[in-house]
């Protein structure tokens, strides 16, 4: 690998495949779920936080994205970072009252944003350079 990948522009792709992949993880995850006998109400929590987070991501790609607008740049930037508060403090809460439920509610949801940076990372990288 060398270090021109990274300063090669490259446009920004498309958000649906990455989120394509994320749903059909949560959705292939419920079946395994309940064969195991894992907490469904895990995979409840996990389907419904992501579904979340991915309605506030949504919510934030709807700021203007032009360098020159400081203030949506800075509400992109805050909002990007606290999603991660948004998910975090409701698993951590719901670990502390029921342990199986917030691990498994925690995996599942780790998994299902890994599956969308991975496909959101092959698709950028993947795509034609700017020239």
């Given at each position: 690998m060398t270090a021109g990948i990274f300063s090669t522009p490259?446009?920004?792709?498309?958000?649906?495949?990455?989120?394509?992949a994320a749903g059909a993880l949560i959705v292939l995850a419920l079946p395994v779920f309940a064969v195991a006998g894992w907490p469904l109400q895990g995979w409840l929590l996990a389907a419904v936080l992501w579904a979340g987070a991915l309605g506030f991501?949504?919510?934030?790609?709807?700021?203007?994205?032009?360098?020159?607008?400081?203030?949506?740049?800075?509400?992109?930037?805050?909002?990007?970072?606290?999603?991660?508060?948004?998910?975090?403090?409701?698993?951590?809460?719901?670990?502390?009252?029921?342990?199986?439920?917030?691990?498994s509610a925690a995996i599942?949801?780790?998994?299902?944003?890994?599956?969308?940076?991975?496909?959101g990372l092959v698709a950028y990288f993947g795509a034609e350079t700017r020239t």
């Open positions: 490259r446009p920004i792709p498309g958000r649906l495949g990455p989120t394509i991501s949504l919510l934030l790609a709807r700021l203007p994205g032009d360098p020159g607008n400081l203030a949506a740049a800075s509400m992109r930037g805050i909002g990007t970072s606290s999603r991660a508060l948004l998910v975090g403090i409701p698993l951590v809460a719901v670990t502390v009252a029921n342990e199986s439920v917030g691990v599942l949801y780790a998994l299902a944003f890994t599956v969308e940076l991975v496909v």
